[in-house]
């Protein structure tokens, strides 16, 4: 997936400029940002929502906006934070219309596609769910069901929107663990920069429009990247367990080192 020197405005005001970002097949890259940086917006572009006003977004050698529609959506399920309109469908159909871009005319379900289906409302532990209207789920339940259905639409490419918002801690550390072990090619916008950094393979930064840093987590999210970007005061200490770099967050003026200790890497 590669975007390529991509601009777009909306109501006349640049949102995203010159954006130049590839994410490698099979890689999870998280796309982190402030509010309003652009982060939904890029991931639009991929998934035909929002038109580039210059560049181009790419998936392999193909142009998504010279590319069918249908095409599109046979290569990029997108799990998002908008609220269906099938407030009154049952949960398993609502999955199942992540399969509908896979039949003819209006085909009707294959025993192939239950079986996605189940398999994906399995994976996401949302089977007791299957009979009930969508509309009457709680917000992490419905977030789950979104999950599913990007699931079982069994494309290579996979689009996460926030998709950890609503979510209890147990299940935003399985959805990750998840989106990084599918093998998959996936690109997620996230708020949690602890949980970006632990489960994806590359990290880019949006800040006003702009890609700021892209690379690797303890790279793109170095403090100094953060602190910039974000506003706030940052620490990295050392996870007790695992080694890893966790970072802490403060308000600007509150954040400095306390005697003693080494600013950029305490242990804890
Ligand atoms: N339909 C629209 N018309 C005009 N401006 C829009 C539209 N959608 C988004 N914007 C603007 O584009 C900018 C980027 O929005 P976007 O939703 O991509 O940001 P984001 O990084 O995903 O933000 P958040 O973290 O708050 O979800 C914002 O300034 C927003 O107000």
């Given at each position: ?40 917006t ?5 998934y ?13 050698e ?38 509908v ?51 079982a ?63 690797p ?52």
């Amino acid at each position: 997936m590669r975007f390529d020197h991509v601009g777009v405005s909306l109501a006349g005001r640049a949102v995203l400029r010159d954006v130049n970002l590839e994410v490698p097949s099979g890689r999870f890259l998280g796309l982190v940002g402030p509010n309003g940086s652009g982060k939904s917006t890029l991931l639009r572009t991929l998934y035909r929502a929002v038109a580039p006003e210059s560049g181009r977004v790419l998936l392999g050698e193909k142009d998504v906006w010279r590319t069918g529609r249908r095409e599109v959506a046979r290569t990029v399920a997108v799990m998002t934070q908008e609220t269906s309109t099938e407030f009154d469908m049952t949960v398993l159909d609502v999955v199942l219309l992540s399969r509908v871009p896979f039949q003819r005319g209006f085909g009707r379900d294959t025993d192939a596609d239950l079986d996605l289906a189940w398999t994906a409302l399995d994976t996401v532990g949302a089977t007791d769910l299957a009979d009930r209207p969508i509309g009457r789920l709680s917000g992490g339940q419905r977030q789950r069901v979104m999950l599913a259905r990007a699931l079982a639409a069994d494309t290579p490419v996979l689009v996460l929107d926030e998709p950890t918002n609503h979510l209890d801690i147990a299940f935003q550390l399985e959805l990750m663990r998840l989106a990084a072990g599918l093998g998959r090619t996936v690109i997620a916008a996230l708020h949690d920069l602890n949980l970006a950094a632990t489960h994806c393979d590359e990290i880019a930064v949006l800040d006003a429009g702009r890609l700021v840093a892209a690379g690797p987590p303890a790279e793109a999210l170095a403090p100094r990247v953060v602190e910039e970007v974000f506003h706030v005061g940052v620490t990295r200490l050392t996870h007790p367990g695992t080694g890893g770099p966790v970072l802490v967050f403060d308000h600007p003026h509150r954040t400095g080192p306390r005697p003693g200790t080494n600013r950029d890497e305490i242990h804890a």
